[in-house]
């Protein structure tokens, strides 16, 4: 089966960084899109960046300019360098990932269980 751990997490102060790591393991064939999303207290899960195998990226408008999703596909892993940290920052950060297994005929959506970032104000 394949797993998806995420790292990177923490408690940083307003206008800080931190850059979350993703790593994907497991009988891959091939790793399709991959993403973050988060989810704050008492709300709903959100995008918040994608990249593509090709290295095609999007943002959520209200993290765009402050945070860079990147992937290294010899490793399997996708990133997500967060800078200039608001407390709306504040939230669960999930990896996603699309996943081709060997013998699959499909892609299928794998997710992390999720790492928290907290920034104080």
């Known amino acids: 089966q394949v797993q998806l751990v995420e790292s990177g997490g923490g408690l940083v102060q307003a206008g800080g960084s931190l850059r979350l790591s993703c790593a994907a393991s497991?009988?891959?064939?091939?790793?399709?899109?991959m993403g973050w999303y988060r989810q704050a207290p008492g709300k709903l899960r959100e995008l918040t960046a994608t990249?593509?195998?090709?290295?095609?990226?999007y943002y959520a408008d209200s993290v765009k300019g402050r945070f860079t999703i990147s992937r290294d596909n010899a490793k399997n892993t996708v990133y997500l360098q967060m800078n200039s940290l608001k407390p709306e920052d504040t939230a669960v950060y999930y990896c996603?990932?699309?996943?081709?297994?060997?013998?699959?005929?499909?892609?299928?959506?794998?997710w992390g269980k999720g790492t928290l970032v907290t920034v104080s104000s």
């Open positions: 996603n990932a699309n996943i081709l297994v060997r013998g699959g005929y499909s892609g299928m959506d794998y």
């Open positions: 497991g009988s891959i064939f091939r790793i399709n899109n």
């Open positions: 990249i593509t195998s090709l290295g095609i990226t």
